[in-house]
C-alpha cells in the first residue's frame, strides 16, 4: 500500500498550492470548541448519505454523539464524537452496563427499531458481539448520561468477537490515543455492507456488515492542520497486536463503499487532497 507523509499546513499569512489550485487558512472554517464539552459532533458537515430516505433513515443526536442510522440495516450508517485530551480519561470508574435499549425516540418516528434480544448468539455459541460503533469508554468521558447513551441499540451492529475484542479494539484504543496526543480528534466510525444483506447468524433480522470502517480527522499538532487517518476492517477475526497500518485506506474508498459524503464543506480542492491521499499514521507523543 502507497502512503503518503505529505501533510496540509494552513498557515496564515501563506497560500499553498493543492491540485494546481491556491488556498490559505481563511478557507478552512474551523468551528470553535471546547475541550470539556462535546459540540461539535462532526467537523466540517455531517456526512451526507447518497440513497437517504427519511421513511427509512434519521439523524439521532444524543448528549455525546450523532448517530444516523438506517431502519433497513437496522444499524447506524455513520456515527460521530469529538474525543478531546481532557475527557479522554474522564468518568473511568464508571460502571459499564451490559444491556442495550431500545432508542424510543426513533421508534416514534417511525422507524423500525432493534432490541437487545436480536444481537443473542444462536443456542450453543458465542462467536458475535454487540459491537459499539461509538465506544462506551469515549461516550463516558462526558458523564454518564452520555455513557449510558452508548447503549442505545442504534449504535451498535453486529461484530464478531474475535474482531471486537482484538484487532477492533486496538483499533478504537488508538483513536482514543490521536485524542491525547493532539488535543482533539473527531471520530467517525460505522459499518460497511456488500450489495445483499444476510442476517449475522440464522434466525436472526439484523444484517451482517462486510467491515468497518474509522474515519479520524484532527488540527494536528500545531492545530493549523487538516490531518486525516481513515481504516478500514474487513469483519473478520483480527489479532489484538494488529498492525494498524496496515488497515490504512482513503476516505474515498469508504465513501465508494458506503455511499456517504465526510467533510464536504471543505474548499473542493482541499477536500479533494484529503480524501484520495492515504495518510501514514500519526507519531505517538508523549502526554504531558
Same mark, same amino acid.
Given at each position: 500500500?502507497?502512503?503518503?507523509?505529505?501533510?496540509?499546513?494552513?498557515?496564515?499569512?501563506?497560500?499553498?498550492?493543492?491540485?494546481?489550485?491556491?488556498?490559505?487558512?481563511?478557507?478552512?472554517?474551523?468551528?470553535?470548541?471546547?475541550?470539556?464539552?462535546?459540540?461539535?459532533?462532526?467537523?466540517?458537515?455531517?456526512?451526507?448519505?447518497?440513497?437517504?430516505?427519511?421513511?427509512?433513515?434519521?439523524?439521532?443526536?444524543?448528549?455525546?454523539?450523532?448517530?444516523?442510522?438506517?431502519?433497513?440495516?437496522?444499524?447506524?450508517?455513520?456515527?460521530?464524537?469529538?474525543?478531546?485530551? /481532557?475527557? #479522554?480519561?474522564?468518568?473511568? $470508574?464508571?460502571?459499564?452496563? %451490559?444491556? !442495550?435499549?431500545?432508542?424510543?425516540?426513533?421508534? &416514534?418516528?417511525?422507524?423500525?427499531?432493534?432490541?437487545?434480544?436480536?444481537?443473542?448468539?444462536?443456542?450453543?455459541?458465542?462467536?458475535?458481539?454487540?459491537?459499539?460503533?461509538?465506544?462506551? /469508554?469515549? #461516550?463516558?468521558?462526558?458523564? $454518564?448520561?452520555?455513557?449510558? %447513551?452508548? !447503549?442505545?441499540?442504534?449504535?451498535?451492529?453486529? &461484530?464478531?468477537?474475535?474482531?471486537?475484542?482484538?484487532?477492533?479494539?486496538?483499533?478504537?484504543?488508538?483513536?482514543?490515543?490521536?485524542?491525547?496526543?493532539?488535543?482533539?480528534?473527531?471520530?467517525?466510525?460505522?459499518?460497511?455492507?456488500?450489495?445483499?444483506?444476510?442476517?449475522?447468524?440464522?434466525?436472526?433480522?439484523?444484517?451482517?456488515?462486510?467491515?468497518?470502517?474509522?474515519?479520524?480527522?484532527?488540527?494536528?499538532?500545531?492545530?493549523?492542520?487538516?490531518?486525516?487517518?481513515?481504516?478500514?476492517?474487513?469483519?473478520?477475526?483480527?489479532?489484538?497486536?494488529?498492525?494498524?497500518?496496515?488497515?490504512?485506506?482513503?476516505?474515498?474508498?469508504?465513501?465508494?463503499?458506503?455511499?456517504?459524503?465526510?467533510?464536504?464543506?471543505?474548499?473542493?480542492?482541499?477536500?479533494?487532497?484529503?480524501?484520495?491521499?492515504?495518510?501514514?499514521?500519526?507519531?505517538?507523543?508523549?502526554?504531558?
Amino acid at each position: 500500500m502507497k502512503k503518503y507523509s505529505v501533510r496540509i499546513l494552513l498557515l496564515a499569512a501563506l497560500a499553498i498550492t493543492v491540485s494546481g489550485k491556491a488556498w490559505a487558512q481563511d478557507q478552512i472554517n474551523w468551528p470553535t470548541w471546547d475541550n470539556n464539552t462535546p459540540e461539535p459532533h462532526t467537523i466540517f458537515g455531517d456526512p451526507k448519505y447518497i440513497a437517504h430516505d427519511p421513511n427509512h433513515n434519521a439523524v439521532r443526536k444524543y448528549e455525546s454523539f450523532t448517530v444516523y442510522y438506517d431502519d433497513i440495516a437496522l444499524s447506524p450508517r455513520w456515527t460521530a464524537i469529538k474525543m478531546t485530551r /481532557d475527557v #479522554a480519561d474522564e468518568n473511568s $470508574d464508571m460502571e459499564r452496563g %451490559d444491556y !442495550f435499549k431500545i432508542d424510543k425516540t426513533l421508534k &416514534q418516528k417511525g422507524l423500525r427499531v432493534t432490541k437487545h434480544e436480536d444481537y443473542n448468539n444462536p443456542v450453543g455459541a458465542k462467536k458475535w458481539d454487540r459491537g459499539h460503533m461509538v465506544q462506551f /469508554d469515549d #461516550a463516558r468521558g462526558y458523564g $454518564d448520561q452520555a455513557g449510558k %447513551d452508548s !447503549f442505545y441499540t442504534s449504535n451498535i451492529c453486529p &461484530q464478531l468477537a474475535l474482531l471486537n475484542q482484538r484487532g477492533w479494539l486496538t483499533l478504537e484504543e488508538a483513536c482514543t490515543e490521536f485524542a491525547r496526543d493532539y488535543d482533539v480528534a473527531w471520530i467517525y466510525t460505522g459499518p460497511i455492507y456488500g450489495e445483499h444483506k444476510v442476517p449475522f447468524a440464522k434466525g436472526r433480522k439484523v444484517p451482517r456488515p462486510i467491515a468497518f470502517y474509522k474515519i479520524v480527522v484532527s488540527p494536528g499538532e500545531n492545530g493549523q492542520q487538516v490531518d486525516v487517518l481513515a481504516f478500514r476492517m474487513t469483519h473478520e477475526p483480527i489479532p489484538r497486536d494488529v498492525d494498524l497500518s496496515e488497515y490504512l485506506v482513503s476516505i474515498r474508498e469508504i465513501e465508494q463503499e458506503t455511499g456517504l459524503d465526510f467533510l464536504h464543506e471543505l474548499p473542493d480542492d482541499v477536500e479533494n487532497m484529503v480524501e484520495t491521499s492515504v495518510w501514514e499514521i500519526w507519531p505517538d507523543l508523549p502526554n504531558e
